[in-house]
């Protein structure tokens, strides 16, 4: 035990977060999309500017000249024409074209989508079964119909790609949209006085931004490519008018026998469309918040230990779980911030010890690492040791460890809504906790099953099994939780602040359900929770967690009776006693003062 306290260095500014330039660059494949893109678009901005000559001056003493001929770099074509010149003029055209296509779908489409999600009813009905009608046909054999009624010519072409894309941001919108319009924060708009055009505008639109930026990114090489097909058919631009297509189109006849008049189009087609969806992929993580905490791949199946991690030895032969200076950190964006620091502590067979603190001590982060279930990346285990009945789990291969989780380890989370899994029946949910580390026959997972959900104190145990988590009161919810932890009869279970989304009457059950379980069956509780009222009630020991450092740990009644740091003193200060009244708002304002804080 310990009334010193260690202070880990605040980070540098901007260390926590990753710019959306160094995330775009640290996807190589989609700077490489970048870099190209930005100088086919730079060349064919300069187009007017760089010493080519007339795209459409026709030569027919120079026709055919092959690559790298004298005063043609890529050769001429069947007039004679400069292919290099044509081929920058024409990316220029294809790529104005495509780009304009892309953002009149996205505006169309998107207004439609927003409208739709959000109106509902039969304003979504009518829009979307208009949206439908576009779909049915193939859109390229739609394009071609609307460019035969138009006629041929750019622009048709253009009003042609725009329409038939019109529906795939519509869809994505509107789907994202039904989704928000529900959510809370824009019923607290309708409530604080705020109309359907400020809702669009201010609340749902910025929410949807994301997905109509990366729908714009993903399908601009689509567009290209498809207006290059139009042109290739003669319905795009028109002679003497280059365009990728058309060029394309014309070098088909001289195929075999001048094969770089058709292969240079193609290839810069090519170029266009794959640097265009490489960085509409980097777009779109650019653009997820997740990614932004650091965690640019996906997370590993265990918590990354250091291999020059320091392991002292187990100082509790007799506990069944020993924790000894543990240190467990993030890294984000190449700086180390730790998150965990020289943490030890042990947990005997039946004993209960509380781990107490205010949010962002580091408990979970304690508890989680107890079996690797920290993210990697960011998540990385410094140092320390973790002894299961004397075994390093740290140092545990891969399948050893999952088969320690849920038979001599469980967890029991703290919102069981999210951990349960919403399209599966409660029974069905326990059943497979059971069957992942026991062979036993469908009858008798059953009746396992069923006197677990019993034993927790679900009414009517057999029929609540074929109920769905939403069907269940939050207490409930919590009883299958802990039937789930105890399945396997465990040796030590991991209660994460069970009880903070639970009603007083209620959080008073599951402690008692808790307390009751624990002596029955001799398990080890690590009870993690912020309220020491909490904590007196159910814990033998206790453990005070402050910036990631055990501050003070000692039996219950002797730590609340006789609090030695400051922190522990304001923590129980903070615990209201009936008949207090005024004396209760008087304690806590002197502890809180800035004289009297550590």
């Not at 996205?106 to 959000?118: C, D, F, K, R, T």
């Not at 932004?292 to 030895?313: F, I, K, N, Y």
């Not at 990346?377 to 004397?390: E, V």
Request: proline share 6%.
């Amino acid at each position: 035990m310990t009334d010193s306290l260690m202070v880990v260095p605040a980070p540098k500014a901007g260390s926590q977060r990753i710019s959306s330039w160094s995330l775009l660059l640290n996807n190589r494949l989609a700077a490489i999309g970048l870099c190209l893109l930005g100088m086919l678009v730079l060349v064919a901005l300069l187009a007017p500017i760089l010493p080519l000559p007339d795209p459409n001056a026709t030569a027919p003493a120079e026709r055919l000249r092959p690559v790298l001929a004298e005063g043609h770099f890529l050769g001429t074509d069947e007039l004679g024409r400069d292919i290099l010149s044509r081929l920058i003029w024409g990316s220029r055209v294809s790529m104005t074209v495509g780009f304009s296509a892309t953002l009149v779908a996205a505006v169309i489409g998107s207004a439609i989508g927003l409208v739709s999600g959000y109106a509902g009813g039969r304003t979504d009905n009518l829009m979307m079964r208009g949206i439908d009608m576009l779909m049915a046909f193939p859109y390229i054999l739609l394009a071609l119909a609307i460019v035969a009624v138009l006629g041929p010519g750019l622009m048709n072409a253009l009003y042609a790609i725009a329409v038939v894309n019109i529906p795939f941001f519509a869809r994505n919108v509107r789907g994202v949209t039904q989704a928000l319009s529900h959510a809370e924060f824009v019923d607290a708009a309708r409530l604080s006085g705020k109309g359907h055009v400020s809702i669009l505008s201010t609340e749902i639109l910025p929410n949807v931004l994301p997905v109509i930026v990366i729908t714009m990114s993903t399908t601009a090489g689509w567009m290209i490519l498809e207006t290059a097909g139009l042109s290739f058919l003669g319905l795009g631009a028109q002679p003497p008018q280059a365009d990728l297509g058309s060029m394309l189109g014309e070098g088909r006849a001289q195929l075999f026998t001048a094969p770089h008049v058709s292969v240079v189009p193609g290839v810069m087609i090519f170029l266009i469309v794959i640097s265009l969806n490489v960085l509409g992929d980097g777009i779109r993580d650019v653009l997820d918040p997740r990614l932004r905490s650091g965690a640019l791949l996906r997370p590993g199946p265990r918590t990354t230990v250091d291999p020059a991690r320091a392991r002292p030895p187990s100082g509790k032969p007799d506990a069944v779980l020993d924790v000894q200076g543990l240190e467990t950190g993030f890294t984000r964006n190449g700086h180390y911030s730790a998150a965990v620091k020289d943490v030890s502590l042990h947990l005997r067979p039946g004993e209960c010890l509380g781990l107490i603190g205010e949010s962002g001590s580091g408990k979970s982060v304690t508890a989680l690492s107890v079996m690797g279930l920290v993210n990697s990346p960011p998540g990385i285990i410094r140092n320390g040791a973790i002894y299961l009945h004397g075994e390093d789990v740290l140092a545990m291969p891969e399948t050893k460890l999952i088969a320690c989780s849920g038979s001599r380890v469980a967890y029991i989370f703290q919102d069981p809504l999210t951990t349960l899994h919403p399209m599966h029946p409660i029974g069905r949910q326990v059943e497979e906790a059971i069957a992942a580390h026991q062979r036993l026959d469908r009858r008798s997972l059953q009746e396992r099953s069923i006197a677990l959900l019993e034993r927790v104190g679900i009414p009517e145990a057999g029929e609540r099994a074929r109920h769905f988590p939403h069907q269940l009161s939050g207490g409930q919810r919590q009883r299958v939780g802990i039937a789930m932890a105890l399945a396997n009869d465990p040796d030590v279970i991991i209660a994460d602040e069970p009880t903070t989304a639970l009603d007083v009457t209620v959080q008073a059950q599951i402690l008692d359900l808790l307390r009751d379980l624990q002596k029955e069956r001799r398990m080890a509780l690590l009870f993690i929770t912020h309220d020491f009222g909490v904590v007196a009630e159910i814990c033998d020991r206790v453990a005070v967690m402050k910036d990631g450092a055990v501050v003070e740990m000692g039996e219950t009644r002797a730590l609340l009776a006789n609090p030695q740091h400051d922190y522990t003193k304001r923590l129980i200060a903070c615990v209201p006693e009936i008949g207090q009244g005024k004396t209760f708002l008087e304690r806590v304002s002197v502890l809180f003062r800035p004289e009297n804080r550590a």
